[in-house]
């Protein structure tokens, strides 16, 4: 039954690998608690079960995030079965978990942002196709808002110089234009005419113990390569921004998503609407957006605490 739920999240709803490889994990953590006491069917689970295996959770000390998306897969499985006719009731329905621990995104300033930029376009400037790569990559994931995946999946065909726009494929199968601003235009520009090329070259006349390198995950039509020509991979994005923040002062992962935690609360200073930055974002619930809000008013705060006379 674990299989078949996994299989319709995958292919009915269309969610992303990571969130799939979520609920797998956790569901296996399931059956295996449940088989250790004696339950081995889908119709053998029952709140009780359920509640003691969040409890064990928190007696093995794990993390509050971690407890409540366990408690959030099983309610998507559970709930799944009861719609399908597999269970005659829902057993999860009343089954509460501890919220996840707010800590807010980790935010880089206009000015942190500026110098990277200035850092990258000056290693660009001597025509390293892997440094024009980089600038033109983290100018679109700070520009345009977009998740990791969002950015190497997409395809040459995605980006509209003229208009400005990237079409991107979110979460859920979801897609949606995204408008960029003039500098990553300049830089993805720069990229395409002097920087791919030259990655796409390499792939083409890669040859390793005399077997030529497969163009796999269809780097051809990609528009962001590899130093070796494939596709850029979401693994190597993050080592491009992870070594370009590891400088950076700040707590909270470095990754790429920073650059998108960063644009949606500048977007927010700067005084945009919060239902246009949701929009931007590609978040199907307004309330994930909020959390922006939080990081705005925190730094507010900050800036009060050190500027204000009397604070």
């Known amino acids: 039954m674990v299989d ?16 799939v490889r979520a609920y797998a994990n956790d569901l296996a953590q399931l059956v295996g608690f449940a088989a250790a006491r004696g339950t081995t069917t889908v119709d053998g689970v029952s709140l009780e079960l359920l509640r003691d295996w969040l409890w064990e959770a928190d007696q093995q000390a794990l993390a509050r995030a971690t407890i409540a998306r366990r408690s959030s897969s099983v309610r998507a499985f559970t709930r799944w079965a009861s719609e399908t006719g597999v269970l005659a009731t829902d057993p999860a329905v009343r089954l509460r978990a501890p919220k996840g621990s707010a800590h807010l995104p980790r935010v880089v300033s206009n000015d942190q942002v500026r110098t990277m930029l200035d850092a990258l376009s000056a290693r660009a400037a001597t025509d390293d196709p892997g440094a024009l790569r980089d600038l033109a990559v983290v100018e679109l994931l700070y520009a345009a808002a977009i998740r990791v995946s969002e950015l190497v999946g997409l395809d040459l065909v995605d980006v509209d110089r003229s208009r400005l726009t990237v079409r991107v494929l979110g979460k859920g199968g979801r897609e949606r234009v995204v ?11 720069e990229w395409l005419e002097r920087g791919r090329p030259v990655l796409a070259a390499r792939r083409l006349a890669a040859d390793v113990d005399g077997v030529r390198t497969a163009d796999t995950g269809g780097s051809g039509s990609a528009l962001f390569l590899g130093d070796r020509g494939g596709r850029l991979g979401t693994r190597s994005a993050y080592r491009i921004v992870a070594r370009l923040l590891e400088d950076v002062p700040g707590e909270g992962p470095a990754g790429p998503h920073t650059f998108r935690h960063t644009a949606a609360t500048h977007l927010l200073d700067g005084g945009a609407d919060l239902r246009a930055v949701q929009e931007l974002l590609g978040h199907a619930s307004l309330g994930t957006t909020q959390i922006y809000t939080h990081v705005s008013s925190a730094r507010l705060r900050e800036v009060y605490r050190t500027a204000h006379p009397r604070a």
């Open 4 to 19: 078949a739920f996994l299989g319709h999240v995958r292919h009915a709803r269309g969610l992303s690998e990571q969130t």
């Open 179 to 189: 408008p960029f601003g003039v500098p990553a235009r300049d830089a993805l520009e």
